[in-house]
């Protein structure tokens, strides 16, 4: 976006885990460019919840960790992909 302090937003890193401690993004998932909003977490264990955070980037480097929500995958089902969440940047 323009004008930011760091440049341009170039994407994001999705941060999630089990438990509420985000801050080393150990589990992430990188999305490239700064359109694109959202993004599949998958290979998720089922009937867990997960905390989930985004940084964004630029040529600078990723800024701090945004607010930090939480959301439970499904149980395993013939119908549903139980082991995946969709997010919204």
Known sequence: MEGDTNGNI????VCYNQSISLESCKN?????GAENT???LTGLNEA????IAVKA???AGFG???NIVNNRT???????KPKSLHYRV
């Open 74 to 80: 499904l149980e395993d089902s013939k119908y549903l």
């Open 57 to 59: 980037g630029t040529q």
């Open 64 to 66: 701090p960790i945004g």
């Open 28 to 32: 992430y998932k990188d999305v490239i």
């Open 38 to 40: 959202t993004s599949n």
């Open 10 to 13: 170039t994407g994001y890193m």
């Open 48 to 51: 867990t919840l997960y905390y």
